[in-house]
């Protein structure tokens, strides 16, 4: 990679397509980066508020309505910064959606997606009489860039609704998602 980087001009930059911080973001690119000098990598994508606006898009398309509980389904990540960065953007999804959204995640990180989802579906109300009733669906917000190995898992969730990722075959590229990759290649 060094190599291809040190051919691609003056000053090239990584703009990594990676949601939050993580190993890749801190240490691959990072390396590579230094062995390649001069080139420099930019932060993840996310947090972003632009990414909410694209997750909400993809909950709305899925039909999420109010009363409605939404887990929102990340990668996960060995470090902490990474798991931070994931519950930060479930709290701007949250802002932009205007209920709360928890944060799970497909591996390395607690609460995983299935146990969120089992949670989300054991909370109860009281009904008349005593009785209990259903708050809503369990709905899951895919924090993830494309469809693969880890939508699938979170596909196969015990959810009522499964959104979609990010960007999804067939669809164009959401704007937001554009810009935010523009915007970091041109931050310093």
């Not at 632009?50 to 039909?63: I, K, N, P, S």
């Not at 709905?139 to 979170?154: E, R």
């Amino acid at each position: 990679m060094p190599a291809v980087l040190s051919a691609a001009g003056p000053r090239p930059r990584i703009v990594p397509l990676l949601l939050s911080t993580g190993y890749h973001t801190r240490h691959d690119l990072a390396e590579a980066a230094d062995a390649a000098e001069g080139t420099t990598v930019t932060r993840a994508l996310g947090p972003d508020p632009r990414l909410a606006d694209v997750l909400a898009l993809r909950l709305r398309e899925a039909g999420v309505r109010r009363g409605d509980q939404i887990v929102m389904a990340c990668a996960g990540s060995t470090d902490p910064q990474g798991v931070a960065d994931c519950r930060a953007m479930a709290g701007l999804l949250a802002q932009r959606v205007g209920a709360k959204v928890e944060a799970a995640f497909v591996s390395a990180a607690d609460p995983s997606v299935g146990a969120a989802v089992a949670s989300a579906r054991a909370r109860t109300q009281r009904g008349w009489f005593g009785s209990r009733q259903r708050r809503g669906r369990v709905v899951v917000s895919t924090y993830l860039m494309a469809p693969g190995h880890f939508a699938a898992l979170v596909a196969g969730s015990d959810a009522d609704i499964v959104a979609e990722p990010l960007l999804v075959p067939g669809l164009p590229v959401p704007r937001e998602l554009v810009d935010i990759v523009l915007d970091r290649y041109d931050q310093p």
